[in-house]
């Protein structure tokens, strides 16, 4: 008789931590299913592929019925994507929010965690399924922005960011509360500063010198070290009383 092997969905698994994580993840013989605009080539007879852009509301349910009919309910819900991440940066300053920026932006990003997320939930609650949903957040959706970091840089602060982040803590903790009744588990990841080189902000030395300079650690994370993480909340022999938790993952940043 073969072994189970339990699915996951990871929406955003084309992206930085994304990526390292799927490959993790067929390591320890899940069965993959990466939902991104971004294709990601693998060749594993246990990953999928589907290209779907989960930042379009008026379309996330009917996406994920066809998914969830055709693949069935995963046992795994895992959330790294990043939508509207241009415009988020870039509408950055208090001064700068209207309400076509703001309503924007809560509806791509916020939105779409908390619509496919709930979707998957309902689905696991239906199917009796006791699964795992790990979201990603940030250090920012627990604490203020350090400014003093963005001292002689053109990096300024983003409220925007720090409330979709903060609304995702919040829904994590809503959501913990009442899919625990059915045994599902639900926390979010909060990293803090990730090493990218591909993000124009990692080639400003004053800011990554002031960034590390404020981590007990004196370093950022790495994207494996992230996924190290998730493996661990997803994995219910490790994690199994661990619900309804913002993790942070910052080298001791929020801790000062």
């Known amino acids: 008789m073969s072994k189970y092997k339990k699915k996951i969905f990871i929406i955003g698994g084309s992206g930085l931590v994304g990526e390292v994580l799927v490959k993790k993840l067929l390591l320890k013989d899940y069965i993959v299913i990466n939902i991104d605009n971004n294709l990601l080539k693998i060749k594993s007879k246990n990953y999928f592929f589907i290209k779907k852009d989960i930042s379009n509301l008026k379309n996330i349910k009917k996406n994920f019925n066809i998914i969830t009919r055709k693949i069935g309910c995963p046992d795994i819900l895992v959330n790294c994507s990043y939508p509207n991440k241009f415009q988020i940066k870039n509408n950055s300053e208090f001064k700068k929010i209207n309400f076509k920026s703001l309503e924007k932006n809560l509806n791509k990003h916020l939105g779409s965690y908390i619509l496919t997320t709930t979707i998957i939930l309902e689905s696991m609650k239906k199917n009796k399924i006791a699964g795992s949903i790990v979201l990603f957040s940030s250090i920012y959706g627990i604490k203020a922005q350090d400014l003093s970091i963005y001292k002689n840089t053109n990096i300024k ?22 899919y625990g009744n059915y045994g ?46 998730v493996l661990f909340l997803i994995d219910k022999d490790k994690s199994s009383y661990i619900n309804g938790v913002n993790l942070a993952v910052d080298g001791g940043l929020s801790a000062i």
């Open 157 to 178: 602060e983003n409220p925007i960011y720090v409330v979709l982040k903060s609304g995702i803590n919040g829904f994590v903790k809503s959501a913990a509360s009442y």
């Open 184 to 229: 599902i588990n639900i926390n979010s990841i909060c990293p803090g500063g990730i090493e990218d080189k591909s993000d124009q902000n990692f080639k400003l030395k004053k800011f990554t010198k002031a960034y590390k300079n404020k981590v007990p650690l004196k370093r950022f994370a790495k994207p494996d070290e992230i996924a190290e993480c």
